[in-house]
């Protein structure tokens, strides 16, 4: 398994690395786009990035002006999702997310592009707390773009 770690401590932990597997390019069926693997999964790495630098400017590159689905809340603009992410960030003010670069599943759907892939998640909200720990399957759904135009976690 390759895990790609982010968290909000050791800033010089966050570089992205770049995937060890073939790269294969995908092509949706009503659009010219051609996205290599490694594309997509550098959109969805630099969305972990983001948060864990808390430069949440970049989401003005990463998501769609408006988000169809923000972990369960619907139609969301970039600067609520910003907001959501500072709020969240205030209460668990302690994190890491391991993103599983294996597990990644691509599929193209008409002019966009469904990825679902595996994170391991930690938090805490002061240091001397014990981590929560949390195993996620996530669904990224990305326009003809590569902005992501939702974000959940899949129900196991």
Do not use: C
């Not at 982010?6 to 051609?34: A, G």
């Amino acid at each position: 398994i390759k895990l790609n770690k982010f968290e909000n401590k050791n800033l010089d932990k966050t570089q992205i690395e770049s995937p060890n597997s073939v790269n294969s390019t995908f092509k949706s069926n009503n659009s010219d786009n051609n996205y290599s693997e490694d594309e997509i999964k550098n959109v969805i790495n630099n969305y972990y990035q983001a948060i864990s630098t808390k430069n949440f400017n970049e989401f003005y590159n990463i998501f769609n002006p408006l988000v169809d689905n923000f972990f369960g809340k619907a139609n969301l603009t970039v600067d609520q999702i910003i907001n959501e992410n500072i709020n969240y960030q205030n209460r668990w003010t302690h994190f890491e997310i391991y993103v599983d670069t294996n597990s990644f599943v691509i599929n193209p759907t008409g002019n966009n592009t469904d990825v679902s892939y595996n994170i391991f998640y930690k938090v805490k909200k002061k240091e001397s707390d014990n981590w929560k720990t949390f195993n996620l399957k996530m669904n990224i759904k990305l326009n003809n773009n590569l902005k992501i135009l939702s974000i959940y976690e899949i129900k196991q």
